[in-house]
């Protein structure tokens, strides 16, 4: 059980990183993005967040039980692991949050004098 919680959270953390910096890259131009992916975005972080602190628990039992000193370290290493996940999904949350102000919904929904004001002022790229 412990190798199935270790891959999980080591797999896990690799994608979080790759879809944080993929989110990164559409921070200065969030209208390419929509509502419903800003949505799923949001709800499977939101949801991986939770499935972190059941790992958490689970790891903090075995870590109070009697364990090797090598299951003793790999314990260590994954509950670390798993808490650097945690984070990188709230990241994920917080930066969807961010972008989803400026999805392609919202710039649609404005009128044409308040998207020129906003490409005037700097404030859009287009």
């Not at 290493?77 to 949050?97: G, S």
Request: hydrophobic share 40%.
């Amino acid at each position: 059980m412990l190798a199935t919680i270790a891959g999980l959270t080591d797999e896990g953390l690799r994608d979080a990183r790759e879809q944080y910096a993929t989110l990164l890259r559409a921070r200065p131009k969030p209208y390419v993005l929509d509502g419903a992916t800003i949505g799923r975005i949001k709800r499977v972080n939101g949801e991986s967040v939770d499935c972190c602190a059941v790992y958490e628990q689970q790891l903090l039992r075995w870590q109070a039980g009697r364990l090797t000193v090598a299951q003793r370290r790999e314990v260590g290493r994954v509950l670390d692991a798993t808490r650097e996940l945690r984070q990188a999904h709230t990241r994920i949350v917080e930066l969807a949050d961010e972008l989803g102000r400026g999805t392609v919904e919202r710039q649609l929904a404005k009128s044409d004098i308040e998207l020129g004001l906003e490409y005037m002022l700097g404030l859009q790229r287009f």
